[in-house]
């Protein structure tokens, strides 16, 4: 088992978690420029998959309803993509795997409620992502 640390001094926040879904094949945090969050609850895009067009594939454990989300299919770029995929019914709560697609970015977002997750009202973002 890993463990991962987030602190946040601007908060005053330390979280120290146990990475259960980090081995056996997924990517994790080696710090060889690998996404920490892959395959947490955590996943947002990843910084070189920004480009309209980019797909690329997540793997979601179970008991994703947590994570900020904005909009509603297209989210925002920064929103949780597994929480996400719960909200649009692309997987359940007990986990799975999605196709995440890079669309543009928006000038408004409008959130809602879907199978449990509530997304947020949002601005313009420069980039969108929305499932295969």
């Known amino acids: 088992m890993r463990y991962f640390v987030l602190a946040m001094a601007s908060l005053g926040l330390l979280f120290v978690g146990a990475c259960c879904n980090c081995g056996g094949g997924g990517t994790t945090s080696d710090w060889s420029g690998e996404d920490l969050f ?67 970015g928006k000038e408004e977002y409008k959130g809602s409620e879907g199978n449990g997750i509530t997304s947020s009202d949002w601005g313009s973002y420069s980039y969108s992502f929305t499932f295969e």
């Open 38 to 104: 892959a395959n947490t609850c955590f996943q947002t895009v990843p910084v070189d998959k920004t480009n309209a067009g980019d797909t690329f594939e997540v793997t979601c454990p179970a008991d994703c309803t947590f994570g900020s989300v904005w909009g509603s299919n297209p989210y925002t770029g920064d929103s949780n993509i597994c929480s996400a995929a719960i909200h649009a019914g692309k997987v359940q709560n007990a986990g799975g795997t999605v196709k995440v697609k890079i669309v543009e």
